[in-house]
């Protein structure tokens, strides 16, 4: 079965503190790994949360505020005076080029690898990555200035090999490969069905991120049903007025969005520097979704175990 991850790298919002860095999050699946936003000091956590930087093959920018791309230039630098060969994609709204063009050009920074900066402008749902088994979707989020969400979908459940029956068995890897493909093995036993290795398939896991954004039920039209959503708590309820005059969203807010859409769980973040302690934000969540968890930097989260409900 494929590995789905997510690891937390900054989990707060403009200013850092409380031990809390700028917008940045990771997902791993299979041979795809891809960088959500990229604040201050990215590239600086990416190795301590257990993220190689050279595996990172799609940047995801969800808007041009500062706490989610000023780690960018330096990341891209980096790559350079590292040696970086392998081709890089990044996607954003409209001025992501320019801002990225506009720092190669005045600072006379070299890139050494293939660059393409893709920028997209969703009215709806917009499909702008295809792998073997999973896809990316971009759509438009509610914020001060344009800013994208994106979803990620598994396309198919993935085969769950029985790792009892296969001891028991003693198949070996040529044998294990044919189950996988669904034959008849040959074995001391006689011919056996790969059904006998083969257990109850998953449903696939899907995981949306919802960056800065006001409480906007137009978005439960693309995140319905998603197993993990991520959505912005930067303030809490009594803050409602000032959540909506900077285009965000409150702790309860996200709680209901999530409610409404259906979701396994909720993960909170992009806390505002004036919570020391964000445990009242979970709690608030927590009054309209049952399932919600916070976003812990360093940590690396299952999201198959989260779509189950469980923690980690």
């Known amino acids: ?82 040696g970086r060969t392998e081709p890089l994609s990044i996607f954003g709204p409209v ?43 971009t759509f438009p989020l509610y914020h001060r200035i344009a800013c994208n969400g994106y979803v990620f979908r598994e396309l198919s459940s993935n085969i769950r090999l029985n790792k009892d029956r296969l001891h028991e068995y003693g198949l070996t890897p040529v044998q294990i490969k044919a189950v996988k493909r669904g034959e008849e093995i040959e074995h001391s036993r006689g011919r056996i069905p790969s059904s006998v290795f083969i257990l109850q398939p998953l449903p696939p896991v899907s995981y949306a991120y919802c960056s800065d954004t006001r409480f906007d039920q137009c978005l439960l ?44 769980c909720l993960i909170t973040g992009h806390y505002s520097s004036r919570y020391k302690d964000v445990q009242p934000l979970i709690e608030e969540a927590g009054v309209n979704f049952r399932h919600v968890i916070e976003s812990e930097e360093g940590k690396k989260y299952n999201l198959r175990n989260l779509a189950k409900g469980l923690t980690h």
């Open 221 to 264: 039209t693309v995140i319905q049903g998603v197993s993990v959503l991520y959505h912005e708590t930067t303030f809490m309820n009594e803050l409602e007025e000032m959540a909506d005059h900077t285009g965000h969203s409150t702790a309860g807010q996200a709680g209901m969005m999530a409610a409404e859409a259906g979701v396994s």
């Open 1 to 82: 079965m494929d590995e789905f991850t997510l690891t937390i790298i900054g989990s707060g919002s403009a200013l850092p503190m409380h031990g809390r860095h700028p917008s940045a999050q990771v997902i791993q699946y299979d041979d795809l790994c891809c960088l959500i936003d990229c604040g201050e000091g990215t590239q600086e956590r990416l190795r301590p949360a257990g993220v190689r930087p050279f595996q990172i093959d799609i940047i995801l920018i969800s808007h041009l505020h500062g706490d989610h791309i000023f780690g960018l230039p330096g990341l891209l630098s980096s790559y350079t005076h590292l």
């Open 95 to 137: 001025g992501l080029k320019g801002f990225l063009e506009s720092i190669i050009g005045y600072t006379e920074m070299t890139v050494s690898f293939p660059l393409s900066i893709i920028e997209e402008s969703p009215v709806g749902l917009n499909r702008i990555v295809v792998r073997e088994n999973i896809e990316i979707w």
